[in-house]
């Protein structure tokens, strides 16, 4: 909200300058964001005055005027006609650069010496008339420099008010503030209503068929009225709010809604069918041509001001075309009254309509100064725009809302939370100054009921909170809170989460935070079978977006979408996870069941091109040993990879499901091509996913400690040839199960298909680590254990010993 400096002057004592007010007001909660100087430009411009105007003796159209400049007699040439002796005008003297750019010289105009230019509005930027000269009022002193004869200079304070305030939606409500700071006293314009004609109730009526949108509806009538511009300081200090001037009745409307907070409208009396106002609710359906040329459809709770015959203003928002103020206007139906916010709020909101109106009433405008308003609009009317205040006012008001209560407030209970020490009577006085009722009560206790205008002010906190900013925040010492709570142990699943974390960000992976609402057809596009579980969504009643209208129930869809965006901007190697709740549908309707899963992706090279290492591209056992190494610092070691079939997210043949105690609980593989092409990725992507309670089950938090061997070990390669179905985990296995406690180390080393290998075989080498801690094996030992393996995966397998 824009105000002017000048404008507040006019209701509070202000000595101080507009930055040291603009500070004040931001330490007491109206944050003010720039203080702008405005009015500048017309130096060298006074107040002058003509002398004679004679006719120029070479030009018909110009004239040749004395005038005295306060400084000395100049002989000016004009164009306009509209001057005459006795006239004050503004006076451009030699040197000065007028708004336009335009610097002023002595010239010759057909033979006759100019000294100067007498200027219009335009000229000076001071309005659009271009009819003549601009007319000073005849108060002025001759040679005062214009801007401040006129007190065009000017400071406009923009301020940002929390929604919380609409008491300073206006410049008294920011005066007000200003008042209750500096300890002065506030002024209130006072009212001096004169009345003349027919009985403002034998004119018009005013009919209210829906007080819960329109508790209070006050209407005055002012006759005889001239409409036209109104009068430069009123157009001033509506330009320096950021509001243009239309009319002399429109502009007042603005200004009342400026200066106090409440919005006016102002119908042309003659145009209202039976000179009645109706107060009621739009018919569903129908459509309404606003005063800015637009027709719109009305929402059924719409609150419309209508006369005997059809709607004529959107109650609280904006007036209709068809009851508009024009230069035609004679007699006036002055509007003023109180709309319900909730009902202002939907209204604006259902048809993108928000106006300067709408934004006071939807936040709460003062229902008590209703009448007041309107008789001052009535006034300033007669003033500018010649017109006649009719006796008597309507004041409908059939549903009287109670005063706020009185909330007693306790100074020792303020002071603790505060951190101060101020008295009662401090308290006391700084309430007094915003205009608070307050009694003494028994003890420190006061009794505070706020004014009219303070909507926002409910229970003791809010009285603290007034009390502390008018007091001033920064004059509450700085201190931390005590407290005596134990240390918090964090829960071992948030350990071991940070774990995880930490693990994969070691192997090169960057964690990501996706949204928990995912767009249906994300779901779509990972082609999971009709019943997997994923498929059943929880639906949220207002999504943002139809991308955001459902829960996730895997964290997949957010890291493709991830993957997508990093690749359209050529970040093309990628290592991702994400540790995220996913939301899986109760199939009793009860509350969604809130499961946490680990979700990864890789794709591109395996590491960054260089000269010193091959370029190669990441692949499932990059993925595959991702895990393990993840398992590995997890202290999870029983646990085995068997190929996932049936998995339409995965490609059939890239893709592992991850056993743990003989069951399976997650995959790993390569992302099916059909997958990737629904996401728009252009190159392979392979994915892991674990849940994080099964991770959370089998890991330990302890190992135990065991000494460096002292004794050296021994080591025995064993190739063997076993059929092609039989797979390397399972000949792992048939090893482990007959592992004694010497045999420390199983590892593959090599796997062989071709040459010399017999068709439907083939070759898998394995290096094998036998080791005692108490003492050094002999060959004997090591060779009699390693023919009893050679015979057990004989039996069991079938394998031969490649020679």
């Not at 068809?322 to 007699?331: D, G, H, K, L, Q």
């Not at 996913?582 to 499961?595: A, M």
């Amino acid at each position: 909200m824009q105000i002017s400096f000048n404008w507040l002057k006019e209701y509070v004592d202000i000595n101080l300058d507009p930055y040291v007010v603009a500070n004040l007001l931001t330490m007491a909660g109206s944050e003010v964001e720039r203080v702008v100087k405005v009015g500048t430009g017309l130096e060298g411009v006074v107040v002058s005055q003509i002398t004679s105007v004679t006719c120029h003796p070479h030009a018909d159209k110009l004239s040749l005027c004395t005038v005295d400049s306060g400084s000395g007699t100049l002989s000016i040439v004009c164009g306009a006609s509209n001057i005459t002796p006795g006239d004050k005008v503004p006076l451009a003297l030699e040197g000065t650069r007028l708004p336009n750019g335009t610097i002023i010289k002595p010239v010759k105009i057909r033979g006759e010496h100019s000294q100067g230019m007498l200027c219009s509005e335009v000229e000076l930027a001071l309005g659009n008339d271009t009819s003549g000269i601009m007319i000073l009022p005849p108060h002025l002193k001759v040679g005062h420099p214009l801007a401040s004869a006129l007190t065009l200079e000017d400071y406009s304070i923009e301020i940002n008010l929390t929604p919380n305030r609409p008491d300073c939606l206006s410049v008294i409500g920011i005066a007000r503030e200003i008042a209750a700071i500096t300890h002065q006293p506030l002024r209130i314009p006072p009212l001096n209503l004169k009345e003349k004609g027919i009985d403002t109730a034998q004119l018009i009526s005013v009919t209210i068929q829906d007080p819960d949108l329109c508790p209070r509806y006050t209407a005055r009538v002012i006759s005889q009225v001239k409409v036209g511009p109104s009068p430069l300081w009123m157009r001033r200090r509506l330009e320096a709010c950021g509001v243009r001037s239309i009319n002399n009745v429109v502009d007042v409307t603005n200004y009342l809604l400026l200066e106090m907070g409440q919005p006016l409208h102002a119908f042309d009396l003659e145009l209202l069918d039976q000179k009645k106002i109706v107060v009621q609710r739009a018919t569903p359906g129908s459509f309404f041509t606003t005063l800015d040329g637009k027709e719109r459809e009305l929402p059924p709770d719409a609150l419309m001001i209508c006369d005997d015959a059809t709607p004529i203003a959107l109650g609280g928002i904006m007036g209709g075309s068809n009851s508009e103020v024009s230069a035609s206007t004679t007699s006036l139906l002055l509007e003023s009254a109180y709309f319900t916010p909730t009902g202002i709020f939907k209204t604006s909101k259902k048809m993108g309509l928000r106006t300067e109106s709408s934004q006071r009433f939807e936040k709460g405008v003062d229902l008590c100064s209703v009448p007041m308003v309107l008789h001052r609009a009535a006034q300033l009317i007669a003033e500018l725009a010649g017109g006649e205040v009719n006796p008597g006012y309507i004041d409908n008001y059939p549903l009287p809302l109670p005063p706020p209560p009185a909330i007693t407030l306790s100074a020792a209970r303020t002071n603790t939370i505060l951190g101060t020490t101020l008295t009662a009577d401090h308290m006391k006085q700084t309430l007094e100054d915003l205009a608070f009722s307050v009694r003494e009560q028994e003890g420190d206790h006061l009794s505070a009921a706020p004014p009219s205008w303070r909507v926002d002010i409910k229970e003791e906190i809010d009285l603290i909170e007034e009390i502390a900013r008018i007091s001033g925040y920064d004059h509450i010492a700085a201190s931390l809170p005590l407290s005596s709570s134990p240390p918090h142990k964090i829960p071992r699943a948030g350990l071991l989460e940070e774990k995880i974390k930490e693990g994969l960000t070691q192997q090169g992976c960057y964690e990501v935070i996706t949204y928990s609402f995912i767009s249906p057809q994300e779901l779509a596009n990972l082609h999971l079978s009709p019943h997997d579980v994923r498929l059943t969504t929880l639906h949220i009643l207002n999504p943002l977006t139809e991308e955001q209208s459902v829960m996730r129930t895997t964290l997949i869809p957010g890291l493709l979408t991830t993957v997508k965006k990093n690749l359209d901007q050529k970040n093309l190697n990628l290592k991702l996870f994400e540790v995220g709740t996913t939301f899986l549908t109760h199939p009793q309707g009860k509350l969604p069941e809130e499961k946490k899963m680990l979700a990864a992706v890789a794709t591109g090279l395996h590491e960054e091109e260089g000269w010193n290492r091959e370029k190669r591209e990441v692949d499932l056992y990059d993925l595959k040993g991702l895990v393990e190494n993840l398992l590995a610092i997890l202290h999870i070691t029983h646990y085995s990879f068997t190929p996932c079939q049936g998995t339409p997210l995965l490609h059939p043949l890239k893709a592992l499901h991850l056993v743990i105690n003989h069951e399976p609980v997650g995959v790993v593989g390569e992302l099916h091509p059909q997958v990737l092409e629904a996401f728009q990725i252009p190159q392979t992507v392979y994915l892991l996913e674990i849940p994080f309670t099964t991770l959370l089950t089998h890991s330990s938090e302890y190992r135990m400690f065991r000494p460096l061997p002292k004794h050296p070990a021994i080591y025995r390669d064993i190739a063997l040839l076993v059929d092609e179905t039989i797979s390397a985990q399972k000949v792992y296995d048939t090893m482990y199960k007959f592992k004694n406690k010497f045999i420390e180390e199983i590892t593959i080393f090599d796997y062989y298909r071709g040459k010399s290998i017999p068709v439907g075989k083939k070759s898998l080498a394995y290096r094998l680590k036998y080791q005692s801690y108490d003492r050094t094996l002999t060959d004997k030992e090591v060779n009699a254990l390693f023919e009893e393996l050679v015979n057990a995966l004989h039996q069991e397998l079938g394998a031969e010993i490649r020679t």
